[in-house]
């Protein structure tokens, strides 16, 4: 099992910037996987971004692609998710998610959440 607190989230205004960070316990952090993924307002869940056990992979929605940067420091069991050049459409509640396994895999492999933690962006 693995357990995963979001925190970080807040109100910005459009083009500001905000850091999550995801802290993780209850298992072997650094052989899981890590993502972010969000749900806005009357919005189904998607992917916003992924990276391997060790760091070396990483992916992105094409939303985020080029503002958005996931990291993680196994030291401190801890993912992060760097959001610049906030858009209002990013407003959502992000989640963390773990999954089994090393690489980033597929959506449906990530089945460990933490509870999320608002992010909205003013215009």
């Known amino acids: 099992q693995v357990q995963l607190v979001e925190s970080g989230g807040g109100l910005v205004q459009t083009g500001g910037s905000l850091r999550l960070s995801c802290a993780a316990s209850?298992?072997?952090?650094?052989?899981?996987?890590m993502g972010w993924f969000r749900q806005g307002p009357v919005k189904e869940r998607e992917f916003v971004a992924a990276i391997s056990w060790s760091g070396g992979s990483t992916a992105y929605a094409d939303s985020v692609k080029g503002r958005f940067t996931i990291s993680r420091d196994n030291a401190k069991n801890t993912v992060y998710l760097q959001m610049n050049a906030l858009k209002p459409e990013d407003t959502a509640v992000y989640y963390c998610?773990?999954?089994?396994?090393?690489?980033?895999?597929?959506?449906?492999?990530?089945?460990?959440w933490g509870q999320g933690t608002q992010v909205t962006v003013s215009s």
């Open positions: 998610a773990a999954k089994d396994g090393l690489r980033i895999g597929r959506v449906s492999e990530y089945g460990y």
């Open positions: 209850g298992r072997t952090f650094s052989s899981n996987a």
